[in-house]
């Protein structure tokens, strides 16, 4: 009798509503998890139809091309002979659930909905769904025709149960339901599940990795168990960024570790175990075993099928790996620089318009964008055919190859230091210096014309001429006159990202960064419509004294020496 399962679990970089490349993603990741000897595969939450659908949810669509998906899922050869986990919104008796469908062999096994909905902070999960109330119960599915076709199944299982192999026992968790204080987990664990899965759509924060695994680790460590945490990852069309980490664990330690920031549109994790660790590590712990005699059971679907091979005696097993988290700083580079990628190569511009100012935090999104082009070019050295095709796309030119930063960052990116009367000329060479350094095209003017041409029309319409407060105004006049340097700036902005590229022969546009930081957010501290306005925004969650350690931390690490004594930084 086998005991070594190999499980595979995986991050994907699904976009909403694209089912076709949704569709094309799941299958790599499956033919990839079947190479690597998996029996069982596990993908992210909502994954046909991608996550950040919001009020499209309510749309029948999507419902109708999810099913049209699953149908190709259940007739592709790829998914033969392999346990696959998808995830998808269906609708049961007339009611909205965000499940997954488990299947084998063109059968569907159970389709098991959500029992705890995010709700909360980025998340409005219960405005599209409803939570499956009904503990350790299921009822009847009724498949709609097209599915019946391909399964020859009328209805299936639909609810809260577990799978039964030949050889183990499975448990589905989806992503907030790991995080509530009583977990699933801890009752199919007492009632002999052995395997647990979650499918997450897990957003970025900083420090967040580190909670994502500690949840992971004591699930197993108090209960025993194998654990599978799939995810999402990237831009989902979304102010948020989804950041992978994939993870399979056993009895409290890690054995396989996906990325955290990736341009790989697919990454799959497998890892062989042995079920027999699980059964003797819950041996020896009598409290379990006390409670497991006491638990309520859940029903059983019973799958004629095994995940370990009879004769598995001399298979290797995986070992456990001690988990990388990277500083916040890391975190900074990695992930808005991720995300930035994600949004330009999907809104098809033609790179970003950034207002420098010789301040801290557009010399952050300076660098972030410096950064993404670091990665960009690292994925393509190694041989990532998708990320080439996207920058040939973006940049108009088929036989281009990005191989240093800086060059692909003067394409990409286009910095702007506008002067007024009342800037210095050290912050004019700071922002001259950061961009000469990551390489960014150029462009110095001043604003002044167009700053006295506003003030022109108010004096001649109102007969007053306001002044500064240092040259003896009152606050309102010196507010009003900052606020109208500010503002002609955005407009200035948006006018050079429409048509910069235009008056230099290139086609295309460009996406406005904005460069206001959490802190000045929550405290209101920013001028309306200023360069604060913007299409996209890569520091707009991160506090002030993160970007301070962040331009520190690429001073060193990018080797920029105009980012020298950034604690003291002004802007205009």
């Not at 098809?348 to 410096?370: E, H, K, N, T």
């Not at 930063?405 to 990116?413: A, D, K, T």
């Not at 590229?501 to 460009?510: E, V």
Request: aromatic share 8%; glycine share 8%; charged share 20%.
């Amino acid at each position: 009798m086998g005991r070594k399962v190999t499980v595979a679990t995986c991050a994907l970089n699904q976009w909403a509503l694209d089912f076709e490349g949704n569709l094309h993603r799941i299958l790599r990741s499956i033919e990839i998890a079947k190479n690597k000897g998996a029996r069982y595969r596990l993908g992210p939450e909502l994954e046909i139809c991608g996550y950040g659908c919001w009020d499209h949810y309510y749309e029948s669509d999507t419902l109708l091309h999810s099913l049209e998906v699953l149908k190709a899922l259940l007739e592709s050869p790829v998914t033969q002979d392999i346990i696959c986990d998808v995830g998808m919104p269906v609708m049961h008796r007339n009611v909205r659930y965000n499940c997954r469908v488990i299947f084998l062999n063109r059968r569907i096994l159970l389709i098991r909905p959500k029992t705890a909905l995010a709700n909360q902070a980025n998340y409005r999960e219960l405005r599209w769904f409803t939570p499956w109330a009904r503990s350790r119960q299921t009822e009847e599915h009724f498949l709609p025709r097209m599915l019946q076709d391909v399964t020859n199944q009328d209805t299936v299982p639909f609810g809260d149960a577990v799978l039964a192999t030949w050889d183990t026992c499975i448990g589905s968790e989806i992503c907030e339901e790991l995080w509530t204080p009583h977990s699933p987990h801890i009752d199919m664990g007492l009632d002999g599940v052995e395997i647990f899965t979650n499918a997450s759509g897990s957003h970025h924060v900083l420090r967040k990795a580190h909670a994502r695994v500690d949840l992971v680790t004591m699930a197993t460590t108090k209960n025993g168990g194998i654990y599978l945490l799939a995810n999402q990852k990237g831009c989902d069309g979304d102010r948020l960024y989804y950041d992978g980490c994939a993870m399979v664990a056993m009895n409290g330690s890690v054995f396989a570790q996906g990325a955290q920031f990736s341009l790989d549109d697919v990454e799959v994790l497998t890892a062989t175990l042995d079920l027999e660790d699980v059964r003797s590590y819950r041996a020896e712990i009598s409290s379990r075993n006390l409670a497991a005699s006491r638990v309520s059971p859940y029903p059983r679907v019973k799958v004629d099928f095994a995940l370990s091979c009879s004769e598995d005696l001399l298979q290797p097993v995986s070992v456990p790996v001690q988990w990388r988290y990277h500083s916040p700083e890391e975190e900074i580079s990695l992930g808005p620089a991720c995300w930035l990628w994600d949004f330009l190569r999907r809104s098809r511009q033609a790179g970003f318009f950034l207002p420098l100012s010789g301040g801290l935090d557009s010399a952050a999104c300076a660098c972030v964008v410096y950064s993404m082009c670091r990665q960009v070019c690292q994925a393509v050295a190694s041989g990532n055919e998708e990320v080439l095709a996207d920058v040939r796309v973006i940049l108009d030119q088929s036989s281009y190859t990005p191989q240093d930063p800086r060059e692909l960052c003067g394409r990409l990116l286009t910095t702007c230091y506008m002067a007024s009367e009342n800037s210095s000329q050290e912050t004019c060479r700071r922002a001259r210096e950061l961009a000469g350094q990551i390489g960014s095209h150029h462009v110095g003017l001043s604003i002044d014309p167009a700053v006295r041409a506003v003030l022109g029309i108010f004096s001649l319409v109102t007969g007053k001429s306001p002044v500064f407060a240092a040259q003896g105004g009152s606050s309102r006049e010196n507010l009003a006159l900052q606020n109208v340097q500010a503002r002609i700036r955005m407009v200035v902005a948006y006018l050079f990202a429409q048509l910069s590229l235009w008056s230099r022969g290139a086609r295309g546009g460009l996406l406005v960064l904005g460069t206001t930081n959490v802190d000045e957010s929550l405290l209101g501290y920013l001028t309306k419509y200023d360069c604060s306005s913007a299409d996209i925004n890569p520091i707009g969650g991160v506090s002030k004294t993160d970007l301070r350690a962040f331009v520190q931390f690429c001073m060193e690490r990018f080797q920029l020496p105009a980012l020298q004594g950034h604690g003291d930084w002004s802007v205009y």
